[in-house]
């Protein structure tokens, strides 16, 4: 009896010390004891051996298992991380168009299909800018018919004026009705569009009238005039522009419009509509854009006075220049750095390009007048540039873009008039 107690105690000890060591063998997380019965007449040895096949395929499996959820929770938290990235972007760029005063941003399903909208002290402002260069023109027109006796161009002028004064009443009529009563928003249109009609007529026999002038005056004695705040008025240059490392760009320009003078000019190539962009939108300074980047300019210019301004560039460090009559106002650097003004593009003046050649904009349409728009492939001298802001007879012309009217077409009502600079400024 006590022989066979012993031969069962042994048995339990070995069975025993075989579960100890599974359990040691698989430890990971919490270690789990496996029973296997065992027959009183087996060997211990040869059941270890059996049943050591499925313990360590097991093992491997869970291994298996652990890596892979390892694998991925570390994929989860990389996409995490990508995930908080982008969204910190998209808020810091959402926070600057809002923020940001100069934005060109535009609003979502704003209207920009003709002229903006006006408030009836706009109108009435902008009516008056109008009568004013009209009667400037006129005053041009009576001094080509002193030295010129044309019989039909007294008769023009003398209908001319008395157009004039007919619309002179116009505004005052409309004056005093704004004083008696704030007229609905759809009489206020109609009487819009019938003043712009009127206008638009009276251009038209101005223009036919100084065609006398065209046939006399040389090629590059002419201005460019744009009266009215709209998204088809504006002027093509014929040439494009060739791939430039610096530039010069110089201009006359006359505007009192507000809020912004607008979009003097803007050349834009395939896949950048921003290439080269000269503007002044809404109430930010005039700012020069190179492949989308920009430089707030210090030029003061809206007095409803002629000044003469110059931008030189340099792809060499983004270096630029800004002068006004002739004197530097400012400069800066890294606009556009090594980025060089790519060729075969679209150069309009008046407005600004969403596209190649088009997708214009009321809001950013230029109103004023631009004259001896010159452009060089290399960074002038402040003497050279002097020279042009004075008239000096030492003054150079464009080499990649001259001032002549055979090189501009003009659109939409846009109109060219006799202009010589230092002589009829201010």
């Given at each position: 009896?006590?022989?066979m107690?012993?031969?069962?105690?042994?048995?339990?000890?070995?069975?025993?010390?075989?579960?100890?060591d599974?359990?040691?063998?698989q430890?990971?997380?919490?270690?789990?004891?496996?029973c296997?019965s065992?027959?009183?007449?087996m060997?211990?040895?040869a059941?270890?051996m059996q049943?050591?096949?499925?313990?360590?395929?097991?093992?491997?499996?869970?291994?298996?298992?652990?890596?892979?959820?390892l694998?991925?929770?570390e994929t989860i938290?990389?996409?995490k991380?990508?995930?908080?990235?982008?969204?910190?972007k998209?808020?810091?760029?959402e926070?600057?168009?809002i923020?940001?005063?100069?934005?060109?941003?535009?609003e979502?399903?704003?209207?920009?299909m003709?002229?903006?909208?006006r408030?009836?002290a706009?109108?009435?402002?902008?009516?008056?800018?109008?009568?004013?260069s009209l009667?400037?023109r006129?005053?041009?027109?009576?001094?080509?018919?002193?030295?010129?006796?044309?019989?039909?161009?007294?008769n023009?002028?003398?209908l001319?004026?008395?157009k004039?004064?007919?619309?002179e009443?116009?505004?005052?009529?409309?004056v005093?009705?704004?004083?008696?009563?704030?007229?609905?928003?759809?009489n206020?249109?109609e009487?819009?569009?019938?003043?712009?009609?009127?206008?638009?007529?009276?251009?038209?026999?101005?223009?036919?009238?100084?065609k006398?002038?065209?046939?006399?005056?040389?090629a590059?004695?002419?201005?460019?005039?744009?009266?009215?705040?709209?998204?088809?008025m504006y002027?093509?240059?014929?040439?494009?522009?060739?791939?430039?490392?610096?530039?010069t760009?110089?201009?006359?320009?006359?505007?009192?419009?507000s809020?912004g003078?607008?979009t003097?000019?803007?050349?834009?190539?395939?896949?950048?509509?921003?290439?080269?962009?000269?503007?002044?939108?809404?109430?930010?300074?005039?700012?020069?854009?190179?492949?989308?980047?920009?430089?707030?300019?210090?030029?003061?210019?809206?007095?409803g006075?002629w000044?003469?301004?110059?931008?030189?560039?340099?792809t060499?460090d983004?270096?630029?220049?800004?002068?006004?009559?002739?004197?530097?106002?400012?400069?800066?650097?890294?606009?556009?750095?090594?980025?060089?003004i790519?060729?075969?593009?679209v150069l309009?003046?008046?407005?600004?390009?969403?596209?190649?050649?088009?997708?214009?904009d009321?809001?950013?349409?230029?109103?004023g007048?631009?004259?001896?728009?010159?452009?060089w492939?290399?960074?002038?001298?402040s003497?050279?540039?002097?020279n042009?802001a004075?008239?000096?007879?030492?003054?150079?012309?464009?080499?990649?873009?001259?001032?002549?009217?055979?090189?501009?077409?003009?659109?939409g009502g846009?109109?060219?008039?006799?202009?010589?600079?230092?002589?009829q400024i201010?």
């Amino acid at each position: 009896m006590r022989t066979m107690i012993s031969g069962v105690s042994w048995k339990l000890f070995l069975l025993t010390f075989f579960l100890l060591d599974l359990g040691s063998s698989q430890d990971f997380g919490q270690a789990r004891f496996i029973c296997t019965s065992v027959p009183a007449n087996m060997d211990m040895c040869a059941a270890t051996m059996q049943n050591s096949g499925p313990a360590e395929d097991l093992k491997t499996t869970v291994l298996q298992l652990r890596e892979t959820v390892l694998q991925q929770k570390e994929t989860i938290m990389n996409q995490k991380e990508t995930i908080r990235e982008l969204t910190a972007k998209l808020s810091r760029c959402e926070s600057q168009s809002i923020t940001d005063p100069g934005s060109r941003r535009k609003e979502t399903g704003k209207n920009t299909m003709g002229d903006v909208s006006r408030t009836p002290a706009d109108t009435l402002n902008q009516l008056s800018q109008t009568l004013q260069s009209l009667k400037q023109r006129l005053e041009n027109l009576e001094q080509f018919s002193r030295n010129n006796n044309s019989a039909q161009a007294n008769n023009l002028k003398d209908l001319l004026q008395n157009k004039i004064e007919d619309l002179e009443k116009q505004v005052l009529s409309r004056v005093n009705s704004m004083e008696e009563s704030k007229p609905g928003q759809k009489n206020e249109t109609e009487q819009r569009v019938k003043v712009d009609s009127t206008l638009t007529s009276l251009h038209h026999r101005i223009s036919d009238l100084e065609k006398g002038q065209k046939e006399n005056r040389p090629a590059d004695k002419f201005q460019l005039t744009f009266l009215l705040r709209t998204n088809y008025m504006y002027a093509k240059v014929k040439k494009s522009l060739p791939e430039m490392y610096s530039f010069t760009v110089c201009m006359w320009i006359k505007s009192s419009a507000s809020p912004g003078l607008g979009t003097p000019f803007s050349y834009a190539v395939p896949g950048q509509a921003n290439e080269l962009v000269l503007i002044e939108w809404g109430d930010n300074p005039m700012e020069i854009l190179i492949n989308d980047k920009v430089a707030k300019l210090p030029f003061v210019v809206k007095d409803g006075k002629w000044h003469h301004i110059c931008i030189t560039w340099t792809t060499r460090d983004g270096v630029w220049e800004a002068f006004q009559d002739g004197v530097l106002r400012g400069n800066g650097e890294n606009l556009a750095p090594y980025h060089p003004i790519k060729p075969q593009g679209v150069l309009v003046l008046g407005q600004e390009q969403d596209t190649l050649g088009g997708g214009f904009d009321a809001t950013q349409a230029f109103v004023g007048e631009l004259a001896n728009f010159n452009i060089w492939d290399r960074k002038l001298s402040s003497g050279e540039i002097y020279n042009l802001a004075t008239c000096n007879s030492k003054a150079l012309v464009g080499n990649v873009i001259s001032w002549a009217e055979s090189n501009v077409d003009v659109y939409g009502g846009a109109t060219k008039w006799t202009f010589e600079a230092c002589r009829q400024i201010n």
